[in-house]
């Protein structure tokens, strides 16, 4: 089954505070873009890489990519001011072949090949599948001025992470809905949501995490270590 993977990236960072993009910050002696491109470069089942990024970016990817030869990524797509633009931006440029589209963070490097596998079979069978680990912590919902107003059913609650996973025709259909009614959201199976269709679960892992402050680059090391291990 042809399946593409987008990756937005065209993010800046603030939370890290660095000088440079948090995707081309150094990890274990190579950009955690790279980290994350390898995970489905290493996958027979995937077929193509689309990556969205700033076109200032663009030199940098394109000399990375031949660096690490990352076969699969296709030329560099521009992004948008949001990731959601991003991913619609890539969107178009997938082949058209394409029978399942991924979506997964470009900073989110820990993605364990049995999951993946996992998403792209369940999304195959139920046309959309989410990546995403059970609650550990008790959650409250808060109002305006921070007082608790209810606390959630951990047991029901789960936390998305990415690779979320789709049928490319129904990611189109969301995408183009979206646009229609100008409904923005942080995800895309939220969007997916919105025309009907109801994602499958698929459990992930808490070594899956998105690097987006100091915090997080510090445990990746020791992630990294554990995971090429």
């Keep these: 089954m042809f399946t593409s993977v987008i990756i937005p990236a065209a993010g800046f960072g603030e939370r890290m505070g660095a000088p440079v993009s948090k ?61 959601q633009h991003s991913v619609a931006n890539a969107l178009s440029f997938v082949d058209a072949r394409a029978e399942l589209v991924a979506v997964h963070d470009a900073v989110r490097p820990f993605i364990h090949r049995k999951i993946l596998l996992t998403a792209i079979e369940k ?11 059970r609650a550990k912590d008790t959650l409250k919902i808060g109002d305006e001025n921070s007082f608790i107003e209810s606390t959630l059913n951990r047991s029901s609650v789960w936390i998305a992470q990415t690779p979320q996973v789709f049928k490319k025709e129904i990611l189109v259909r969301a995408y183009e809905h979206a646009k229609n009614n100008s409904i923005e959201a942080t995800d895309d199976a939220s969007l ?20 987006t402050t100091p915090d997080d680059l510090e445990f990746a090391e020791v992630l990294a270590h554990r995971f090429e291990g």
Excluded: M, W
């Design 123 to 133: 999304a195959a069978e139920y046309s959309a599948s989410v990546v995403a680990v």
């Design 23 to 83: 995707q081309f910050l150094s990890l274990r002696g190579k950009p955690i873009i790279i980290h994350t491109l390898e995970r489905f470069q290493q996958c027979s089942e995937i077929t193509e890489i689309v990556i969205a990024a700033q076109r200032s970016a663009f030199q940098q990817i394109e000399f990375l990519v031949r660096e690490f030869h990352l076969t699969k990524v296709r030329p560099i797509v521009e992004g948008g001011k949001r990731r």
């Design 192 to 211: 997916v949501e919105q025309i009907g269709i109801q994602p499958v679960l698929v459990e992930g892992s808490y070594d899956n995490i998105k690097i």
